[in-house]
T-cell receptor
């Protein structure tokens, strides 16, 4: 079973920041927080991951609370192409551990 | 970045046919690949873990004799749906483990299987 809880859906106006929350209160010390997204009829796409510190890349920023029990994915300037289902996953990462997907958040970016 | 190619992307066939799906890691070696299945409006469900040179590990409820997995090289895993029936119609997605904590797994673009 997935160890994360996400809202089922969110809307965001085009050009505004999209903030997607995720709760992972049972995360273990060796587990990373991963974010993937799935655009309709495609495979999941890696966005970002983090362990303790906040992270930023060309796609998004990841804010992890100090107790690591929750995190927020931030898309700074959402576009229509960011409409997708976003999955927050906790996993030890690498090696032979599969990613376990929850239901994710369906983000709709509106013009 | 790491690229995973999945083929075919879409297949329609008659009930009773066997269908093979290929998953290739194009620019890295993957000792471990994973196969997922996704029904409409649902999330991805792990079917099996495929390790190069050894037998696959199947999740509970997944029939190993129906879903044959072969991982003959470090860049190729295949999933064969044997004697497919309409209830096997689904979106099948593979992923390859990079062996790094960063980006962990890269996914193919999936195969939409429709059994008539």
């Amino acid at each position: 079973d997935a160890k994360t809880t996400q809202p089922p859906s969110m809307d965001c106006a085009e050009g505004r920041a999209a903030n997607l929350p995720c709760n992972h209160s049972t995360i273990s010390g060796n587990e990373y927080v991963y974010w993937y997204r799935q655009i309709h009829s495609q495979g999941p796409q890696y966005i970002i991951h983090g362990l303790k510190n906040n992270e930023t890349n060309e796609m998004a920023s990841l804010i992890i609370t100090e107790d690591r029990k929750s995190s927020t994915l931030i898309l700074p300037h959402a576009t229509l192409r960011d409409t997708a289902v976003y999955y927050c996953i906790v996993s030890p990462g690498g090696g032979n551990t599969p990613l376990v997907f929850g239901k994710g958040t369906r983000l709709s970016v509106i013009a | 970045g790491a690229v995973v190619s999945q083929h075919p992307s879409w297949v329609i066939c008659k009930s009773g046919t066997s269908v093979k799906i290929e998953c290739r890691s194009l620019d890295f070696q993957a000792t471990t690949m994973f196969w997922y299945r996704q029904f409409p409006k649902q999330s991805l469900m792990l079917m099996a873990t495929s390790n190069e040179g050894s037998k696959a590990t199947y999740e509970q409820g997944v029939e190993k004799d129906k879903f044959l997995i072969n991982h003959a090289s470090l860049t190729l895993s295949t999933l064969t749906v044997t004697s497919a029936h309409p209830e096997d119609s689904s979106f099948y997605i593979c992923s390859a483990a990079t062996g790094r904590a960063k980006d962990s797994q890269h996914f193919g673009d999936g195969t939409r299987l429709s059994i008539l």
